[in-house]
């Protein structure tokens, strides 16, 4: 079965400083990939996903994602945080080739930005 | 704007006590979804519907129930708490089944069980 590591349960930068979220999935066909954002007391909003073609997607907000199959890694990008992005980042796999809705979810990466 | 609605967002039964949550949406999408998200940890599917063809996870628990009346709207029956089940409850809705087709999720209620 699929699964997702996010190694990092916070990570604290500054406003205007660089972001790199990272995320490992486990499966053995190419996987669907997600990046989904919770902000304090709402629910999850997608920020971008990969299915397939080019391993660099662009999403909402200014975020980026490079799918790296040598590396299991889909790792989220953001050159310049605002202090809006202060949340709660997701990143999900989803079993290609199947019909359903089988996502699994990481167990997330709080960020703190500093002002 | 369409829409995923959660109510209430907080809601506080008593250790045994049945209670329910409601879900309803405006997208008029076919597929309605609960997650169960304890702190700190990743969403989790419990079941989805659809249409009204009820699709349960193997592992979510028997004391877990969910009501399709309609299209709008959808239910989180938990007959009998316990302190365990203490957790924030996310519904989600898609257009249809498949990854191509992206989730909406509501704000989501925090239950609490006393």
């Known amino acids: 079965a699929q699964s997702v590591t996010q190694p990092d349960i916070h990570i604290t930068v500054s406003e205007g400083a660089s972001l790199e979220l990272r995320c490992n999935y486990s499966?053995?066909?190419?996987?669907?990939l997600f990046w989904y954002v919770q902000s304090p007391g709402q629910g999850l909003q997608l920020l971008l996903k990969?299915?397939?073609?080019?391993?660099l997607v662009q999403g909402i907000k200014g975020f980026e994602a490079e799918f790296k199959r040598s590396q299991s890694s889909f790792n989220l990008r953001k050159p310049s945080v605002h202090w809006s992005d202060a949340a709660e980042y997701f990143c999900a796999v989803g079993a290609s080739g199947s019909n359903n809705n089988d996502m699994r979810f990481g167990a997330g990466t709080r960020l703190t930005v500093k002002p | 704007d369409a829409m995923v609605i959660q109510n209430p967002r907080y809601q506080v039964t008593q250790f045994g006590k049945p209670v329910t949550l409601s879900c309803s949406q405006t997208l008029n999408h076919n597929v309605m979804y609960w997650y169960q998200q304890k702190s700190s940890q990743a969403p989790k599917l419990l079941f989805h519907y659809y249409d009204k063809d009820f699709n349960n996870e193997a592992d979510t628990p028997d004391n877990f129930q969910s009501r399709r009346p309609n299209t709008s709207f959808c239910f989180l029956d938990i007959r009998s708490p316990g302190l365990g089940d203490a957790a924030m409850y996310l519904c989600?809705?898609?257009?249809?089944?498949?990854?191509?087709?992206?989730?909406?999720f509501g704000p989501g209620t925090r239950l609490t069980v006393t």
């Open positions: 989600a809705t898609s257009r249809e089944r498949g990854y191509t087709y992206e989730q909406y």
């Open positions: 499966y053995g066909a190419t996987p669907y």
């Open positions: 990969y299915f397939s073609g080019d391993t």
